[in-house]
């Protein structure tokens, strides 16, 4: 059985997995229709097919994209507001327009790069969950999970940095580690309290608020 | 304002294939090769006609030995009408457009 082949079965598979149970009869009328296609290209490019329309069936990619859009924006607004109070304080300096301009222009750049991650983790983290635990009425565990998912960001940097100290050559380095362990831990616990608060107010408002136009079934 | 259901193009391509044959019942592939739309299209298009009672669907023995059973899909009434309201609202159109175009300059 060749590699395209083999792979077309396993999507098959997956998909008729992911579909919904009341809607298990159309993923069975997909097997049937793959069964009766010839082996070549068109096989796998049904088996691809499948599996989207079946994802269509379990999750609602839209609504999955605009959740998300509005997660990240309201993580966004913790870190754009500390470099907008930044920005302002700076502002007294009598050299500020100078200042305020190279300012304006890293901070835009770095809160465009934050929010892209923000937004991609959430995403991601929203597909998987919309697959994997679909019941509905979660909201302080599934929040926990996307605070998790966007903590994650703070949490590479943070052990990156750690390692970097790790492996210096000063002989003061252990002294030093142990407090900077420290520091980075509880930097990164109030950062995931920050993220964690605005989201869980975020997900009430979308609880209370958004109403899916096609949810379907999950 | 809310966008009307059926509207679009990949839905009327299927409905006017389902029209072309409306007492044959069809099954997916051929309806794939029929309109050019792809599993992925197709299938959520199915699903959501036969929710809406446009389409009916059965279940037929395979005519190849070794094969599973297919399920196989044709237009209601209803659905037969709305495929019907598309071909005279495009017949309109082509009218309309000939007589725009035939215009006096």
Known sequence: MSLRRRLAHRLMDHACAVMPP?????AAAMRAEFAMIPDGPEKFAWACGCVWACYQERINPMDVFLKSLVRA?????W????DLSHALSMATDPRAHVYVTKFLWYVSGDLSVMYAGIFVSLFVCELLMARFWASPKRIGPKTLVRAAAVWLWPL????ILVSNFATSTDPRVPAYLATFVWHVCRDLSIFYAAIFIPLLICELLIA???HSRSALPA | MAPRPNQSLQTRALLRALLDQPLAWRHGYELSKATKLQSGTLYPLLIRLSDQGFLESKW????QPGKPPRHVYRLT???KALARSFDSATEKLTVATGKWARRPG
């Open chain 1, 79 to 82: 870190p754009f507001g500390a």
């Open chain 1, 156 to 159: 590479g940097k943070g052990v």
């Open chain 1, 208 to 210: 209370h608020l958004w």
């Open chain 1, 73 to 77: 924006a309201v993580v966004w607004l």
């Open chain 2, 60 to 63: 037929v023995e395979p005519t």
């Open chain 2, 77 to 79: 009434a209803a659905g």
């Open chain 1, 22 to 26: 009341n809607r298990r009869e159309w």
